[in-house]
């Protein structure tokens, strides 16, 4: 059964950096890609990015590209996504989700899951 | 302001049926397959509908999904009050090279 655990709650100060990672298990990690998707208190979802575990390719949305890095670790089959230079507007929940092993620019599903249970990052000062 | 265009919310009684639309251009709908997901309150949002009409295994036959143009509809018929949640659109823009969701629509069972 495939399953995405995500890392638990983090609480940063603007101008600070969060790591959140994503732990895949029920399938073959390196044969798929994984998406970022957020969603701030009161908002909609929000795609961030995508990572093809096999090649390393990435695309990220432009809103969030410069301060969003998103990398893999096939040893330990998870995923990570790393934000810089906080602001209060990225406290979100931040969702990782199985995603497609090629771009859909080259092909691959534009669609994704299943879903990682979200993780809260809170910027405060 | 997002990318793809839904209505707020809808609803509709037990038993009945709703749709929901996405309105989007030739860059994302026009031109890539249209997945919709399922959000309910506390958990993590859910696949329900992949490339414009294709229901993953587990959903139920009472979600479909379709596509015309730069626009989809995502219908629920025989609406149950476990059915009660945020259903989001999205696609790949290629325009953008990147997925762009909806805004989301609140769905009600009255």
């Known amino acids: 059964q495939v399953h995405l655990a995500q890392s638990g709650p983090e609480v940063r100060r603007p101008g600070a950096s969060v790591s959140v990672s994503c732990k895949a298990s029920?399938?073959?990690?390196?044969?798929?890609?994984i998406v970022w998707v957020r969603q701030a208190p009161g908002q909609g979802l929000e795609w961030m990015g995508w990572?093809?575990?096999?090649?390393?390719?990435?695309k990220y949305a432009q809103q969030i590209k410069g301060r969003a890095s998103m990398s893999t670790d096939t040893s330990t089959n998870t995923a990570y996504l790393e934000v810089k230079s906080l602001r209060s507007d990225d406290t979100a929940i931040y969702y990782c989700?199985?995603?497609?092993?090629?771009?859909?620019?080259?092909?691959?599903?534009?669609?994704?899951?299943?879903w990682g249970r979200g993780t809260l990052v809170t910027v405060s000062s | 302001q997002s990318v793809l265009t839904q209505p707020p919310s809808v609803s509709a009684a037990p038993g009945q049926k709703v749709t929901i639309s996405c309105s989007g251009s030739r860059s994302n709908i026009g031109n890539n397959y249209v997945s919709w997901y399922q959000h309910l309150p506390g958990t993590a949002p859910k696949l329900v509908i992949h490339d414009n009409n294709k229901r993953p295994s587990g959903v139920p036959d009472r979600f479909s999904g379709s596509k015309a143009g730069t626009s989809a509809t995502l219908a629920i018929t025989g609406l149950q009050t476990g059915d009660e949640g945020d259903y989001y659109c999205?696609?790949?823009?290629?325009?953008?090279?990147?997925?762009?969701f909806g805004g989301g629509t609140q769905v009600t069972v009255l």
């Open positions: 990572i093809s575990v096999y090649t390393g390719d990435k």
């Open positions: 029920g399938y073959t990690f390196s044969n798929w890609g």
């Open positions: 999205a696609t790949w823009d290629s325009g953008l090279s990147a997925g762009v």
């Open positions: 989700a199985r995603g497609a092993e090629r771009s859909p620019d080259y092909g691959g599903n534009s669609w994704f899951g299943p």
